[in-house]
C-alpha cells in the first residue's frame, strides 16, 4: 500500500456552508482547493489528510478521493470502479464495506450499485493479490459513493464517526443543533476571540461549546479518534505531530465569556455538563431564564440562537409568538449582534425588523434561514 504521496480528498459538508469549509482548509495550508455543491476537494500530503480531520470545525467528514467517472450503466458502473487503484490502500485483510448514494442519475438503486462497487473490488483484489477470498477481519476502509446526474465518486473515509462527533455530547436536549453547524453560525457571526457569546435557547449547550472552541482556538477533533488512524503502513506519528501542533496554536486567555439561558432548569445542567467535557467550562455559564428577561449587560458581543420551531417542540403558533418577543428583546445596540436560524418563512415580518444579512442553510432536514442583525 502507498500512502506517501500527494492525494486528492474530499470534505463532505452541509448544503450552504461549502465557502466556510473552503476557507477553513486554505487557511490549514490545503492546496488546490475548489468547493462544489455538498463537498470540497483539496489536495496534500498525509499531514494535511490528518490536519484537516484534527482542525475541520465545518466539514462532516473526509476521505481519499479514488476517482470519477460517468456511468449510466451497471457494467460502466463495474468497469470503472474495477479500472480504480485498490491496491494501494486496501490490504489483504482490510474491511471495505460500502455505502453511498444516487440522485438524478439512471443508476438510482443504492443496494444494486452497492453490491456492484464491492464485486467490482474485490476482482481488482483478486488480481493484485491473487487470492480468491478476502476475510476482511483487518482494519476498517469503508468506501462511499456518490452518483450525481450519472456522474460517479468514489471516495475511501478517513474519519470514521462523522467529524460533527466532537466527544462532548453524549447526551442531548430535544432537537439539537449539529455541532458543525452551529459551529458555521459563529463563524458568521464574527466572534470575537475576547467578545461575549449570549444563546438565550442553550439546550444543551452546543452553540456555547463551539463558540468557546472557536474563541479560544481549540481545534474540534484534538481529543478524538479518527478510522485512518489505525490504517496499516501509516505513520502514527503524523497524527501526533498535527495534534501538537492544533494544541500549540489554542489561546485560552482571551478574555472569551459564553452565557446560556433556556427555561428547562436539566438543559441548563446539561449545557454545563457538555462544556465541562468539553474542555471549556470555565469560560461558560448557564442560567434558568426566559427570552421575556433577556438583556445584554456586556459592552460588546454577540447573540445567536436556534430557538424552538413549529414544526420541531413546539405548535406554530406559539413559535410565530417567540419570534415576536425576540424582536422586542433584541434590540439594535451599537457593538452587538443578533443571528437567528429559523425555518420560519414570516419571521423578518414577526421579528418587527427586515434582516441586514440572510443565509440559507439547513438544519438537518429541515431548510432554513440565518437571519443576521448587526446594525445599531
Known sequence: MNFSKEMTYSAACLMGVEGLVAQELRELGCQNVRAENGRVLFEG???????????????????????????????????????????????????????????????????????IIKKAVVERLKSCYHLSWFPEDGSLHRIRFRILKDQVSITIDTSGAGLHKRGYRPAS?????????????????????????????????????EAALLAMKIAPGVNRGFVAESWDN???????????RARDLECRDSGFRAT???????AVELAL?????????????????????????????????????????????????????????????????????TPEEDFEKLFGRPA????????????????????A
Request: glycine content about 8%; overall charge positive; aromatic content about 12%.
Open 173 to 209: 436536549s430535544a432537537a439539537p443543533i449539529k455541532e458543525t453547524l452551529a459551529a458555521a453560525l459563529v463563524n458568521l457571526m464574527r466572534l470575537r476571540g475576547d467578545g461575549n457569546f449570549l444563546d438565550p435557547f442553550c439546550g444543551s449547550g452546543t452553540l456555547l461549546i
Open 45 to 115: 500530503g498525509w499531514d494535511i489528510l490528518a490536519r484537516a480531520n484534527i482542525n475541520s470545525r465545518y466539514a462532516e467528514r473526509v476521505g481519499i478521493c479514488l476517482g470519477e467517472f460517468q456511468a449510466r450503466s451497471f457494467e460502466e458502473l463495474f468497469q470503472g470502479v474495477k479500472a480504480l487503484p485498490w491496491e494501494d490502500f486496501l490490504g489483504k485483510r482490510d474491511a471495505f464495506p460500502v455505502i453511498g448514494s444516487s440522485l438524478n442519475s439512471k443508476l438510482y438503486s443504492v443496494p444494486d450499485c452497492q453490491a
Open 356 to 375: 441586514d444579512k440572510r443565509r440559507k442553510l439547513y438544519n438537518g432536514m429541515i431548510r432554513c434561514q440565518f437571519y443576521l442583525y448587526y446594525k
Open 273 to 341: 455538563e457538555n462544556a465541562r467535557r468539553a474542555g471549556v467550562g470555565e469560560w461558560v455559564s448557564t442560567f434558568v431564564r426566559d427570552i421575556r428577561h433577556f438583556q445584554e449587560e456586556a459592552p460588546y458581543g454577540c447573540v445567536a440562537c436556534n430557538p424552538p420551531y413549529g414544526q420541531r417542540l413546539m405548535d406554530q403558533k406559539a413559535a410565530q409568538e417567540l419570534c415576536r418577543e425576540m424582536g422586542r428583546v433584541f434590540l439594535p445596540r451599537r457593538g452587538w449582534s443578533y443571528g437567528i436560524i
Open 234 to 244: 501509516v505513520d502514527r506519528l503524523i497524527w501526533q505531530r498535527e495534534r501538537e
Open 260 to 266: 446560556g439561558y433556556d427555561i428547562d432548569p436539566a
